[in-house]
């Protein structure tokens, strides 16, 4: 008998394509297919949204740099669901003072899909 193995399942497709892009005050790395944990968004469940301020965007073409955006660029999110991060812990302590202050803090977050990263009308990812 003949050894022969089983074929291997091909992996998962991911593309190499990412765009920078500005968001809830931060810059973001962002590749199609992934989620995302943003500031909260004033957007429903299952709403789609459209971010245009794209800074960098690189794919098999090459990288494009955007002075400050990259023209004609945008990435399509989908929103799944409106969460909270972790509890963050503050502590305020003056010494020999009997002065003590304990607060937490939770996070509102946004968790987006990444649908397709386009320039030009063309989706890259």
Known sequence: M???KPAAKAAPE??????????SGTQIWLQ??????LDRLQADVDETLKLDNVLLVKDSKGT???QPYVKDASVELKVMAHRRGPKV???KMRPKKK????NGHRQEL?????????VG???IG
Do not use: H
């Open 99 to 102: 002065t003590r202050r304990k």
């Open 110 to 118: 946004t968790r987006v899909m990444v649908q397709s990263i386009s």
């Open 2 to 4: 003949a050894d022969t």
């Open 14 to 23: 991911t593309s190499d394509a990412y765009a920078i892009v500005e968001a």
């Open 64 to 66: 494009t740099l955007g």
């Open 89 to 91: 812990i503050v502590y």
């Open 121 to 123: 009308g063309k989706a």
């Open 32 to 37: 199609t297919n992934r989620y995302y944990d």
